[in-house]
C-alpha cells in the first residue's frame, strides 16, 4: 500500500505543477475560460477524452458490468454514437467560437432560452461532479483505510476546486494530457495481466453467467435503449465539449481532435467493461461485491500481486483511476461556473467588470459550485442512477435546441424556450406519483424517453405554429443555422 500512496501523491503533485505553470500565461477571461483559443488536435484529443470518461464510466459504467456483464457497453455505445455526429458538428462550433452553450442559444434563440440554459447546466453538471467526489473518497479510502469514503469526498473536493481555480481552461486541458496517456497506457497494460490472474479468458468465461457475454444480456431491448440514448445526447449536447471546441486553435483542429477522441473512447470504455467482467469473476463476493462500483479500485488493489513491475502496473492503475476521477471532476465543475460567469456576471451584473474581476468571480464560483457538488455526493450512494439522471436532464432540455441551432433554421425561439422548460421539468418529475396514473407500460419506464419526447414534440410543434427566425437569428452561425 505504501507504493500505492507514493503513486497517488506523485500523481497529485503533478498535476498541481501542471496547473501552476499555466496561471501566469492566464490574464484575460479568455485565457481563463477558453485558453485564449490556443489549443492543437493533440491536446484537444486528450482533454476531450478526459473529461468524457471519469466516474460515469470508472465507477458506473464499472458497476453495471459487474451486475450485466458486456451488456454494460449499451451505455458507452451510446457515446460512440454521438462521437460519430460530432465529427460534422465540431467546425461549425469552432466556427461559432464563443464561450458558452447558453450564448449560441440567446444569439440563435433570445435571452429567456438562455437562462434556462444556464439553469439545465447547473443541475446536470453539478450532479456529475458530485459522483466524481464519491468515487475520489473510495478510493482514498482504499489506499489510506483511516481515511473513511466520506472523509475522502471532502479532500477530493479540495483537489478538484484548487487545481480547477488555478488557471482555468488551460489548466484542465494541459492536465487532461498526462492523466490521459497514463490512463490509456496503464488500463490496456493491466487488463490482459488481470485476465491471466483470472485463469484465462476461458475461466472468466466459466465463472460468469452466459447472460454476462450477450448482446442485450439480460437487459431487455427498451432497457438498453434507456441506457444508450442519455449518453447519446448529452455527448451532442455537451457543452464541456463545445467549450474544447471553442478553445481549439482551428476549425481543422476540432475536427481532428474528434478523430482521435473517438478511437480513443472506444478502446478506453471495452477496456473499462473487460476490467470489470474479469474483476467480477475474481471477486464475486465480499466488500467489492456489496459495493460493485468499486470494482476497479478493488482489483487495482487486490489483483496485482507478485513481483515488483506487477505491482507497480496495479499501483498506476490505481493512479490512473483517481486521475481520471480529478480530470473528470475538473471538466465538469470548471464549465458550469463559466456560465455562471459569463452567462450571468457578465451579461447581467457586471458587464463592464475587467479581466482582473472575472478572474476573481470566475475562481469564486468553481468554489461555491464545488461545495453544492460536495453536498449532492454526501446525499448520493449510486452513481449509475446519478449518472442517468444528470444525463437525461441535460439530453432531454438542452441538446434537442443545440442541434437544432446547428441543423434546423425553422426552429423557433419560443419552441426552445418551450422545449428546454418541458424536457426539465418532466426529468425532475418523471418518478413523482403522478406518472401511476399512466399506463403500466409508460409509467415503469425511466426519464430519459418520456422526457425527450416531450421536449422533441414541443420544439417541433411550437417552431411550426410561430413566426419564422428572422434573418438577424440565423446570421450568427451562417449557413449553419
Known amino acids: ?33 477558453v485558453a485564449g483559443r490556443t489549443l492543437p488536435a493533440a491536446v484537444l484529443v486528450f482533454t476531450l477524452l478526459s473529461s468524457w470518461i471519469g466516474s460515469g464510466s470508472l465507477l458506473g459504467g464499472a458497476e453495471n458490468a459487474y451486475r450485466h456483464g458486456f451488456a454494460a457497453l449499451w451505455q458507452g455505445g451510446g457515446g460512440w454514437a454521438g462521437l460519430l455526429l460530432i465529427y460534422f458538428i465540431a467546425p461549425r462550433a469552432r466556427k461559432f467560437a464563443q464561450f458558452t452553450i447558453p450564448d449560441l442559444l440567446e444569439a440563435r434563440y433570445n435571452q429567456t432560452a438562455r437562462v434556462l440554459g444556464v439553469i439545465a447546466v447547473l443541475f446536470t453538471y453539478t450532479a456529475i461532479t458530485s459522483y466524481q467526489f464519491i468515487g475520489g473518497g473510495d478510493i482514498l479510502h482504499l489506499i489510506f483505510p483511516a481515511i473513511d469514503p466520506v472523509t475522502g469526498r471532502y479532500i477530493l473536493a479540495a483537489f478538484v476546486v484548487l487545481f480547477t481555480a488555478i488557471a482555468g481552461m488551460a489548466s484542465v486541458a494541459y492536465t487532461d494530457v498526462a492523466i490521459g496517456i497514463l490512463a490509456t497506457v496503464t488500463m490496456c497494460a493491466a487488463l490482459p495481466l488481470l485476465i491471466h490472474r483470472a485463469g484465462g479468458w476461458g475461466a472468466v468465461h466459466t465463472a460468469l453467467p452466459v447472460t454476462h457475454f450477450e448482446v442485450f444480456g439480460d437487459f431487455t431491448p427498451i432497457q438498453a435503449l434507456e441506457l444508450f440514448l442519455p449518453t447519446c445526447l448529452l455527448l451532442l449536447g455537451n457543452q464541456s465539449m463545445y467549450q474544447k471546441f471553442f478553445s481549439a486553435k482551428s476549425q481543422r483542429d476540432a475536427q481532428q481532435a474528434v478523430v482521435g477522441w473517438v478511437i480513443g473512447t472506444v478502446i478506453l470504455e471495452t477496456v473499462i467493461i473487460a476490467l470489470a467482467v474479469t474483476g467480477s469473476a475474481l471477486f464475486p463476493t465480499g466488500e467489492v461485491h456489496e459495493h460493485p462500483r468499486e470494482i476497479l479500485a478493488y482489483s487495482a488493489t487486490h489483483g ?37 460567469v459569463n452567462d450571468i456576471f457578465v451579461r447581467y451584473i457586471g458587464p463592464r467588470a475587467g479581466d482582473r474581476e472575472i478572474l476573481l468571480v470566475s475562481r469564486l464560483m468553481i468554489v461555491l459550485l464545488g461545495a453544492w457538488a460536495l453536498w449532492q455526493g454526501m446525499h448520493t450512494e449510486s452513481v449509475l442512477k446519478k449518472s442517468l439522471y444528470a444525463y437525461t436532464i441535460y439530453s432531454a432540455a438542452l441538446t434537442p435546441v443545440i442541434l437544432a441551432a446547428f441543423f434546423w433554421k425553422r426552429a423557433t425561439a419560443a419552441a426552445a424556450v418551450a422545449s ?22 409508460i409509467a415503469e419506464r425511466d426519464a430519459i424517453v418520456p422526457a425527450l419526447v416531450c421536449s422533441l414534440l414541443a420544439l417541433v410543434v411550437v417552431s411550426l405554429v410561430t413566426p419564422r427566425p428572422s434573418p438577424a437569428q440565423l446570421q450568427p452561425l451562417g449557413e449553419a443555422g
Open 304 to 340: 496485482f500481486h507478485g513481483n515488483f513491475a506487477v505491482q507497480l502496473l496495479g499501483a498506476l492503475l490505481m493512479g490512473a483511476i483517481f486521475a481520471k476521477i480529478i480530470s473528470t471532476a475538473n471538466n465538469w465543475l470548471f464549465s458550469p461556473a463559466t456560465n455562471l
Open 420 to 441: 428546454i422548460a418541458v424536457g426539465t421539468l418532466v426529468t425532475i418529475t418523471w418518478d413523482m406519483s403522478w406518472k401511476n396514473a399512466l399506463p403500466r407500460a
Open 1 to 33: 500500500m505504501n507504493l500505492y500512496a507514493v503513486i497517488l501523491i506523485l500523481i497529485v503533485l503533478t498535476l498541481l505543477g501542471v496547473s501552476l505553470s499555466k496561471l501566469r500565461q492566464t490574464k484575460t477571461r479568455a485565457d481563463y475560460l
